[in-house]
């Protein structure tokens, strides 16, 4: 098993970070590392997602979401091509620091017999993951300004 963990604290409450986070259609416009997501977002439903870390071309992900939890959690499980090859449980998690701050948890849990093999890869999506983390600060930072 491998993991990735990173986190950043947001000056804006869970509420502003987690609207940012659940408007799926957005990412385009200001995520530099999941650049697609779209699908239900309810426990249970497959997601689409496309990733791209740095120094790569990307991939796309189905994704099915485990835990939907509003303001607190997402959480979903993926895996590329077979069972027990490359599989990911990623997380979103906020957690309330006070009124107007949110720490921010971006993790992923990867285990497969690959794993081993794409450790490149798996350092790329470490930088992804810190990208995106600074990308979401500056958003919710500026939508909580106005």
């Known amino acids: 098993m491998k993991e990735i963990y990173t986190e ?10 987690w609207g940012i986070l659940n ?3 957005n990412f385009p416009k200001w995520n530099p590392f999941i650049q697609e997501i779209s699908g ?11 990733i ?19 303001e607190k959690e ?13 599989d990911g449980e990623h997380s979103f998690i906020l957690r309330n620091l006070n009124h107007n701050k949110t720490l921010f948890i971006q993790k992923e849990r990867f285990n497969g ?18 990208l ?7 958003i919710s930072e500026n939508k909580n300004s106005k």
């Open 40 to 50: 239900n977002q309810q426990e249970g439903s497959q997601i689409d997602v496309f």
């Open 23 to 25: 408007e799926f259609e």
């Open 8 to 17: 950043i604290e947001i000056n804006a409450s869970t509420r502003v970070v």
């Open 132 to 138: 995106m983390n600074k990308a979401l600060k500056n």
């Open 113 to 130: 017999i690959l794993i081993p093999f794409f450790s490149s890869l798996l350092k790329d999506t470490e930088s992804g993951f810190k």
């Open 52 to 70: 791209k870390p740095p120094h790569s071309n990307g991939m796309r992900l189905k994704p099915t979401i485990l835990i939907y939890k509003p």
């Open 74 to 86: 997402l959480r979903w499980f993926g895996r590329l091509w077979i069972p027990k090859l490359f």
